[in-house]
């Protein structure tokens, strides 16, 4: 007996204990169920409103089954997650959401995803706000990898009984007419802060900021913090420095309630009518009334967002090439990107559509939301959405807006003055775009 | 396998009958092998789950990965020596140690004097010990969320607490130090009761004697407890040490989950306290994704624990030196 039995008994050794680990460590079953039907996993975040949708798409085809994983999960949870799913290869829902910040990133490795445009995707090209239509396609035209679902139009919500605590107007029209701008949204601010209502004009400034700079850059050269051939432009984009000092306007004047935005605190103020007024995209009204609950119903109302217009967030969905179901996947994308879809999920939730066609049905426009007092959300959002100017997301993109948007939080908490804050948004922004 | 003692036959039977030679063969083999079948489980799983982890995390760091890139680029040490001249990690490294010990000092403090009452005669004395142990039967992450709420800035009951002594409310959670100091509260509210158990144990183990001579002499319980049960508890101390030490360096959910809300990765808006746990995630997940990255910080934290192991066993082998002469010596001076 040589070495040549013992190594062969090693390796038998190895190789039965290898298969008792892989028997007992895989019990995940195929997904194919014996009946034929196909269970199609959709990934989102915050609230999409699909699930009549679903139901309606389900009772149509009844061989698919639908199944909506992270249904009001925080964006900042799910994005990380998707990435893994979409290194690993595995784990990715057959439809995913995509927020417009991130598609930058995702359109930069597009072998990722499904192109639509081998699904017959290009006919669908009238449905849909161009410039959302354009955000889907990779640089070069050739892929589509998501179709949009909602756009984030702008509004500013606001406490009425707040309001009329301090004194100010509490119609939604007049309320307008106080803020043409946002200097003098300032100027309204410093109004309610001298009524000494206990509650502060406005939640964070970084919302705010957020919603500034969308503006200012939309209404400018349509790009903020990388211009559109990805060269990173923070210091030396004025819309992005006009929107920094009228940020620091609000800071330096005291109105905001600091309350970090998303955090355990921003929501107990919600809770507690701690503040007055909160930048509102579309998709915020959801958001607003899930943290403001039943109790705040009636109390808040909607007007015009200071300046002019402006968007901020919206998504696409997408199909990961990952999917064992591509063909039906696609085919349940279309449904709920289409008129139809995007009426439904507006009625459900709120996202706003980014189809011309829903947006001037009258389901839309004759809309109204009970919680905000009844105000005509669909009138406020959808005026504004067709003419909307939307800028664009360099690709690392949600990492330099977490360092400006950081550098806005620190000025704001009197952990740096403005001077210092804006060194530090501009520094660490090159930092964050080298990495 | 050197001290292997196998029951050979002595010597080659002859091969009379084939049936008992071929019994023989498979038990000689039998008692050869499969000792290394018994203890292959082990090495099969560090192998997958240990050390290819290990060394497939150093490969990536030498790389310029992005997550969902498909081509990662070699870049050789590059990451490591952008990371060595990166200052946000060097905060995170003085966050993990600065909270590691603001941790770790009062929580064994704090152990000992628990140890030390529970250690007497007291009514439901069982009670009690396994009250100590509670804290650490709960979630970590339901700890963490709780804590975040109770040191909030406004709505929080630490500085509602602070507010009717007449002190103005804290910034627990963009204060650096406020913010060590509430981390550190969380580890400890965990913490204390388990290593006041494991010291309970170690008091126990004390022969009584030496109290009942002590108190003879006329010492206190004081001088008791600092003549006897301290210098007697030095391993278990030490043991306590080691174990505070790996779990202090890889602090992660306490103050990940401290913090709420966008970013909080970050660990407070000027990264007050990121450890550097969280600084591997936020560089290797969102937002970032720069996986090469992540890992050469995954490698550094993993330096990190080797030196202050070191430091460890270097410490505990002066103290075993030390520690027979001097028990010794005391010893004699008592006579």
């Not at chain 1, 389901?363 to 100017?389: M, Q, R």
């Amino acid at each position: 007996m040589g070495t040549f039995p013992r190594h062969r008994l090693a390796a038998v050794a190895l190789a039965a204990t290898g298969v008792l680990l892989v028997t007992g460590g895989c019990g995940g079953g195929d997904e194919a169920a014996g009946d034929g039907t196909i269970t199609l996993t959709v990934d989102v975040f915050g609230q999409f409103g699909y699930e009549q949708l679903y139901q309606q798409y389900m009772d149509d085809n009844p061989n698919i089954k639908i199944v909506e994983r992270g249904t009001g999960g925080n964006l900042d949870e799910y994005s990380p997650k998707l990435t893994q799913w979409l290194a690993a290869g595995k784990g990715a829902g057959d439809v995913v959401a995509i927020e417009e910040g991130l598609m930058v990133e995702y359109k930069a490795n597009p072998d990722n995803f499904v192109n639509l445009l081998d699904h017959g995707a290009a006919d669908l090209k009238g449905n849909f706000l161009e410039w959302k239509w354009n955000q889907g396609l990779t640089a070069d035209g050739q892929k589509l990898i998501g179709l949009g679902t909602d756009v984030g139009g702008m509004a500013m919500c606001y406490r009425t009984d707040l309001f009329d605590k301090a004194g100010l107007p509490t119609d939604r029209e007049q309320v307008s007419a106080l803020w043409p701008t946002w200097a003098d949204y300032i100027a309204t601010g410093e109004k309610f802060k001298a009524a000494n209502t206990g509650a502060s004009f406005l939640d964070a400034a970084t919302n705010t900021f957020n919603t500034i700079v969308l503006q200012t850059a939309g209404n400018a050269q349509g790009y903020h913090y990388y211009d559109t051939s990805d060269n990173l432009v923070v210091d030396s984009n004025p819309a992005v420095k006009q929107a920094w000092d009228i940020t620091m306007n609000i800071v330096s004047a005291g109105l905001s309630g600091k309350y970090g935005s998303w955090s355990e605190e921003w929501v107990s103020a919600f809770k507690q009518a701690k503040f007055a007024t909160i930048a509102c995209p579309a998709w915020m009204t959801g958001v607003i009334e899930g943290n403001a609950g039943p109790e705040a119903k009636g109390k808040w109302d909607i007007a015009r967002v200071p300046g002019n217009g402006g968007n901020w967030g919206g998504s696409h969905l997408a199909v990961p090439q990952q999917s064992k179901h591509q063909e039906e996947a696609v085919k349940l994308v279309k449904f709920l990107t289409s008129a139809e879809g995007h009426i439904g999920a507006f009625k459900a939730k709120g996202p706003l559509p980014s189809s011309p066609q829903a947006l001037d049905d009258p389901a839309i426009t004759e809309a109204t939301n009970a919680y905000f007092s009844d105000a005509p959300v669909g009138k406020i959002f959808g005026e504004g959405a067709k003419t909307l100017k939307p800028v664009y997301m360099g690709p690392k993109n949600q990492a330099v807006r977490t360092e400006v948007e950081n550098a806005v939080r620190t000025v704001e908490l009197g952990q740096r003055t403005p001077e210092q804050g804006w060194q530090d948004a501009v520094d660490n922004a090159k930092k964050a775009a080298a990495k | 396998m050197a001290l292997q003692l196998d029951a050979r036959p002595p010597g080659t039977p002859a091969p009379r009958a084939t049936r008992p030679s071929r019994a023989g063969r498979l038990s000689r083999i039998d008692a050869k092998y499969s000792p290394y079948l018994y203890i292959a489980p082990f090495f099969v799983i560090f192998a997958i789950f240990g050390a290819w982890p290990l060394a497939y995390t150093f490969w990536v760091s030498l790389h310029d990965w992005d997550l969902l890139g498909s081509n990662p680029t070699f870049i050789g040490a590059d990451n490591y020596t952008r990371l060595l001249a990166d200052s946000d990690f060097w905060h995170s490294v003085v966050n993990t140690l600065g909270i590691f010990v603001l941790s770790t000092v009062p929580q064994l403090l704090a152990a000992l004097w628990l140890a030390n009452l529970l250690n007497r005669q007291l009514r439901m004395r069982t009670g009690w010990r396994m009250t100590v142990l509670v804290p650490n039967v709960t979630s970590t992450a339901a700890v963490a969320i709780v804590f975040g709420v109770l040191f909030g800035r406004e709505f929080g009951m630490v500085n509602w607490l602070l507010d009717l002594v007449g002190v103005d409310g804290i910034e627990w959670k963009s204060n650096r130090f406020a913010s060590w100091v509430a981390i550190s509260t969380m580890v400890d509210w965990r913490w204390t009761g388990y290593n006041a158990l494991i010291f309970l144990a170690a008091m126990q183990a004390i022969p009584r004697d030496l109290y009942e001579a002590a108190a003879i002499d006329g010492a206190n319980r004081a001088r008791q407890f600092w003549t006897i049960t301290v210098p007697l508890l030095k391993p278990t101390i030490i043991f306590c040490v080691i174990i505070s030490t790996i779990g202090g360096l890889q602090l992660f959910t306490e103050p990940r989950l401290f913090h709420s809300g966008t970013n909080a990765i970050r660990g407070g808006p000027m990264r007050e306290s990121q450890t550097m746990t969280m600084y591997m995630f936020e560089n290797a997940f969102a937002p970032y994704y720069n996986f090469g990255y992540g890992s050469a910080v995954a490698w550094l934290l993993f330096a990190l624990i080797a030196i202050v192991a070191a430091i460890n066993v270097l410490i505990i082998r002066r103290l075993g030196a030390g520690a027979r002469p001097d028990t010794g010596k005391r010893k004699g001076g008592s006579r």
